[in-house]
């Protein structure tokens, strides 16, 4: 049975980046394993936030390699989510990780996926995960419709996709950088 981790969202506004993550663990399609798991954590000496989406053992083998290119490029995200995603590319075991990470730090907001693209969105909004398109869809709403700080924006998104996804509950953990 496969346990799987749910809805990320980020949101990049006035000078800080916000990411928020449920806290709903499933195994399989039907079982509640987890309702309080922290799937968003602060990494590289706090300096960079990563929220994690996808099979969990997968998720926290893409976190632990991110870190680890964190470390061998002096903290340089874009550098350390290309060199990874290069990795991938040349490593047969590796391609097959079915996770996601959304990563930040002051300036960069990046997707990393565990078949090896980088993407940096466009609007400094993102969301990945079972929820993710309720969520995106929402700080996407907020983001254009309100005030709301980014740390806010992405808490709400969250508890909107909670109301809408079966993967996703209403235990958050938001981190700003």
């Given at each position: 049975m496969e346990f799987r981790g749910t809805t990320i969202c980020a949101v990049k506004r006035d000078g800080k980046t916000a990411i928020a993550g449920d806290g709903q663990v499933t195994m399989g399609e039907n079982v509640i394993f987890k309702s309080n798991a922290v799937k968003v954590k602060r990494i590289y000496d706090d300096k960079v936030v990563v929220g994690f989406a996808g099979s969990v053992s997968d998720a926290f083998a893409l976190s632990e390699k991110f870190e680890g290119m964190l470390q061998k490029f002096s903290g340089n995200l874009m550098r350390s989510a290309v060199e990874l995603a290069e990795l991938w590319r040349n490593d047969k075991v590796a391609r097959?990780?079915?996770?996601?990470?959304i990563v930040a730090d002051k300036d960069t907001l990046l997707i990393v996926s565990g078949t090896g693209e980088v993407?940096?969105?466009e609007s400094g909004i993102?969301?990945?995960?079972?929820g993710g398109n309720y969520a995106l869809a929402a700080a996407r709403a907020l983001a254009k419709n309100t005030t709301?700080?980014?740390?806010?924006?992405?808490?709400?998104?969250?508890?909107?996709?909670?109301?809408?996804?079966?993967?996703t509950n209403d235990?958050?953990?938001?981190?700003?950088?």
């Open positions: 097959k990780l079915e996770a996601l990470l993407i940096e969105p993102c969301a990945i995960g079972s709301l700080p980014a740390d806010e924006i992405a808490k709400q998104s969250l508890l909107i996709a909670s109301e809408l996804c079966v993967f235990h958050i953990t938001v981190e700003i950088v």
